[in-house]
Nanobody, 128 residues
Framework: EVRLVESGGASVQVGGSLTLSCTAT????????EGWYRQAHENECELVAHVENNGKIYYTDSVKGRFTISRDNVNNMVYLHMTNLKPEDTAVYYC??????????????????????WGQGTQVTVSS
């Protein structure tokens, strides 16, 4: 079964750090492009970071210098390491993948785009 499962969400204080993990099954992970999205409200879906199968990395401006996306192609994992967390980082975080090998897509959370596979989400709450 093609599947992504996120973990690692928690409640943290402003300025704290947290690492989210996403475990992939059911597809050839090294060929995939992996992304982290976050949804603070149902009418938004922000692409936070993504890493392509060739290693190219993107970050949205608000997290540059604070967040790091990485992937482990041996263990089929993608991570989002977050530092200097701010209240505006509070959201449900989702991983999503373009598997490359198939054109089949699935719906993610409301307002999010369709991708080949979405995870179930993990809550990050940053408090003052």
């Amino acid at each position: 079964e093609v599947r992504l499962v996120e973990s690692g969400g928690a409640s943290v204080q402003v300025g704290g750090s947290l690492t989210l993990s996403c475990t992939a099954t059911g597809f050839t992970f090294p060929y995939s492009d992996e992304g982290w999205y976050r949804q603070a409200h149902e009418n938004e879906c922000e692409l936070v970071a993504h890493v392509e199968n060739n290693g190219k990395i993107y970050y949205t401006d608000s997290v540059k210098g604070r967040f790091t996306i990485s992937r482990d192609n041996v263990n089929n994992m993608v991570y989002l390491h977050m530092t200097n967390l701010k209240p505006e980082d509070t959201a449900v975080y989702y991983c999503a993948a373009d598997t490359i090998a198939t054109g089949t897509t699935m719906a993610g959370p409301p307002s999010c785009p369709r991708r080949n596979v979405w995870g179930q989400g993990t809550q990050v709450t940053v408090s003052s």
